[in-house]
């Protein structure tokens, strides 16, 4: 079945402490990318890459950091969470982001205490 | 300042009406407009498509209209059932095909 992964599903945390969400996808997808949903906001990008090694920033960079060194993986790293950081995360995947759809995992909420 | 908005972050229909969701953007770089579905507790699912080139695309009860002129792209369900109900985001894609930016969402919801 195809599909996009994420792992924790839910996470309560403390300022300060490193965490990783982690994003696979079974696709053989080229692009990947992520999303934060906040109230009113919609989907917010994070950081987004369009191959393995490569990898750029969306609109809301700040606090968070990426790798890509495989092409099914994509984790999402918060080296020192803080509680402005407590959202909905969605990892997504896609052949090329503007032939249409992306597929989107089942999204992490995580807070920040 | 957000490219792409939906005003409405909700909508009530009556089961077989129809419903129309409204999307403007302002980024006139934008080519490509998608329609998205997300029910709770699950991440977004594609509904529909398109492309600046045409202006309206249609896929059964779904039917997007785009008016490039007035930056103004909508949603058209027709007719209306209770399982649509679910939050829906526009979405535009740039020219360069690496991002997609977002509506803040609206929810709709269709009584029985």
């Known amino acids: 079945e195809a599909q996009v992964t994420q792992n924790p599903r839910y996470l309560i945390t403390v300022t300060g402490k490193k965490l990783t969400v982690t994003c696979s996808q079974n696709?053989?997808?080229?692009?990947m990318s992520w999303y934060r949903q906040d109230p009113g906001l919609g989907l917010r990008q994070i950081y987004y890459?369009?191959?393995?090694?490569?990898?750029d920033k969306g609109d809301v960079p700040e606090g968070y950091k990426v790798s890509r060194k495989e092409k099914r993986n994509f984790p999402l790293i918060l080296e020192s969470p803080s509680p402005n950081q407590t959202s909905l995360y969605f990892c997504?995947?896609?052949?090329?982001?503007?032939?249409?759809?992306?597929?989107f995992g089942e999204g992490s909420r995580l807070t920040v205490l | 300042d957000q490219q792409v908005k939906q005003n409405s972050p909700s909508l009530s229909v009556q089961e077989g009406r129809i419903s129309i969701l409204n999307c403007d953007y302002t980024?006139?770089?934008?080519?490509?407009f998608l329609w998205y579905k997300k029910y709770p507790a699950e991440g977004p699912t594609f509904l529909i498509s398109?492309?600046?080139?045409?202006d309206k695309n249609e896929d059964g009860r779904f039917t997007v209209f785009l008016n490039k002129s007035a930056k103004h792209l909508s949603l058209h369900i027709v007719p209306s059932q209770p399982g649509d109900s679910a939050v829906y985001f526009c979405?535009?894609?740039?020219?360069?095909?690496?991002?997609?930016?977002f509506g803040g969402g609206t929810r709709l919801m269709v009584k029985p």
């Open positions: 398109i492309s600046s080139i045409k």
């Open positions: 980024n006139s770089m934008f080519d490509y």
């Open positions: 696709m053989n997808h080229e692009y």
């Open positions: 979405a535009a894609s740039n020219n360069a095909g690496n991002m997609l930016t």
């Open positions: 997504a995947s896609s052949l090329r982001v503007n032939t249409g759809e992306l597929f």
């Open positions: 890459s369009m191959n393995v090694e490569v990898t």
